[in-house]
């Protein structure tokens, strides 16, 4: 269900993680390259795990990969989420957000996921980008809310599922939004390969190397 390779887009460098709690995992992300250069990244997670979960997943990929992706951002979100509602698995929902990166500016829409963090190389700061939303196949014609924001060269972003601040030691402790936005900040300035390995570490020191009760997933893209 998750792309065989990672698109190549000139001015960006790009890294993924996922770790799956279960052998079907619930987690998603996706990419799509349009003619006119423009990179759609798409990341989320199914409200459940197993077969069901899976469902979900599938019916995702399939609106975003026949053509969801060319849709603006507020048809596609209304069209899936509809499609999610119809086929009626109880309270399964997929929390979703859809992010379009073209030169220098980016757009934004979200459904239910965990921030959007940019890290700022000029002011060496770690931005935060929270939009309310309820998960896909929640309520029908959600009114949306489409972002738009400026990137600058050697800024970079980090988009993620719930499992990685969500994840627990031995202490029942969550790891937190606070520890990932710290962790991402104090490595941003290396390649995404090296975030990427830097956070699947120190998430792995936190829950004592045992296996994650939920899946982690992050995306890393760093502005060339």
Known sequence: M???????????????????ATEVGGDYYDFNVGLDGTLTVAIGYATGHGMKAGTIVSMVKALFSSGGSRLD???????SSDALKEIELGRLMMAFMMLKIKANRIQLANAGMPPLF????????????LIKGMPLGA???????????EISSDDTILLLSDGLPELKNHKEEQY????????FKSSA????????????????????????????????????
Do not use: C, H
């Open 2 to 20: 998750l792309p065989k390779e990672l698109p190549q887009v000139k001015n960006l460098d790009i890294a993924v993680y996922m770790k799956t």
């Open 73 to 79: 951002m507020k048809s596609y979100f209304d069209q």
């Open 118 to 129: 940019i890290y700022r190389k000029q002011y060496k700061v770690v931005e935060e980008i």
């Open 139 to 149: 309520i029908k014609n959600f009114p949306y809310e489409i972002k738009e924001l």
């Open 176 to 183: 937190g939004y606070a520890r990932v936005k710290e962790e």
């Open 189 to 224: 300035e290396k390649s995404p390969d090296k975030i990427v390995e830097q956070l699947k570490n120190t998430a792995s020191e936190w829950a004592n190397r045992t296996e994650p009760d939920d899946d982690v997933t992050f995306v890393v893209i760093k502005m060339k």
